[in-house]
């Protein structure tokens, strides 16, 4: 009875075995697409070949953000300027602080009383900052063996910083005369710069004139290349740049007549407006 048993089991697993083998044998389909596949690595190459080729002419086509033609545009334009930017310095020393700054005080007071009585307004003056520091001294001292030099403090030099708005340019060279007068020797005169007070009136043209620059630019490179322009793909402007052209200050007169001031030779600023600007292409 055990045998027979035995011998139904061998025969219902052999059956499951050659069951499994077979639901695992290609079909006709199977075999319709297993003979179209590369038989080797050197069939599948080119295939790899195309899709890179592909997918690099691609790269190379309009849909990529820097393809095209990309060229920058320039405009300046020459105006007079209507406002000038005097930065004045007030430089004063003292045994200890409180008589450095007590000096300072003084001279700066004096400076603003007198811009203020010349047609300069309040919103017009700025203090940029106010430094303190010590100032020393180093005398040598002769030793037993040797002579040294010792760091000794001996005062404190107060530095108050002040920018003025001068819109009364023709007036400007007396303006520096009475400020080193009223300051005496504690003035020192650090820089000043023309400017327009609104550039707005004039930032069309030069934008409009920037432009075109650049298309002009766009049309003569596709020319010369063969293609032909689509259309504006970028377009940005950089910060307007100012510069002064010819000498701000001329030889100063030494006379003694108090009529005689500091000269400034009057100049014109030329403001410049620089695009950049992408053209896609066919």
């Known amino acids: ?24 044998a290609p079909t006709k389909d199977d075999d319709a697409q297993i003979q179209s596949l590369p038989a080797s690595s050197n069939q599948m190459a080119p295939a790899r070949g195309e899709y890179v080729t ?21 405009s300046s334009i020459e105006v007079k300027p209507d406002l000038a930017i005097l930065r004045i310095g007030v430089e004063t020393e003292g045994l200890n602080t409180k008589e ?3 000096r300072n005080s003084k001279y700066a007071d004096a400076v603003l009383k007198y811009l203020k009585q010349n ?15 010590p100032r020393y001294e180093y005398p040598e001292i002769t030793g037993p063996s040797s002579k040294v030099r010792k760091q000794v403090l001996v005062g404190y030099i107060v ?20 400020v080193t007068e009223v300051g005496e020797n504690s003035i020192r005169v650090n820089g000043i710069e023309f400017t327009k007070d609104n550039i707005e009136p004039f930032m069309d043209d030069l934008r409009k004139d920037a432009v075109e ?24 402007e950089m910060p307007v740049s100012s510069y002064p052209r010819g000498d701000m200050f001329e030889t100063r007169a030494f006379a003694s007549s108090a009529l005689i001031s500091t000269p ?7 403001y410049t407006l620089d695009v950049q600007a992408g053209f896609s292409i066919e």
């Not at 089991?9 to 499994?20: D, E, Q, R, T």
């Not at 047609?119 to 520091?133: F, W």
């Not at 400034?264 to 030329?270: D, G, R, S, Y």
């Open 54 to 74: 592909r997918n690099a002419e691609f790269s190379s086509g309009s849909n990529v953000n820097n393809s095209g033609i990309w060229v920058s545009g320039k």
């Open 1 to 24: 009875m055990i045998n027979i048993f035995k011998m139904v089991v061998y025969a219902f697993g052999v059956f499951a075995i050659v069951s499994c083998f077979n639901s695992n």
């Open 264 to 270: 400034i030779q009057e100049v014109t600023l030329k």
């Open 100 to 102: 450095a700054l007590n």
């Open 159 to 178: 530095n108050n910083s002040v920018i003025v708005k001068v819109r009364d340019i023709d007036n400007l060279g007396i303006l520096i005369d009475g």
């Open 213 to 236: 620059n650049a298309i002009d630019k766009a049309n003569q490179f596709a020319k010369f290349a063969g293609v032909s322009l689509e259309g504006l793909i970028h377009l940005s």
């Open 119 to 133: 047609q300069v307004g309040s919103d017009d003056i700025q203090t940029t900052n106010i430094n303190i520091n």
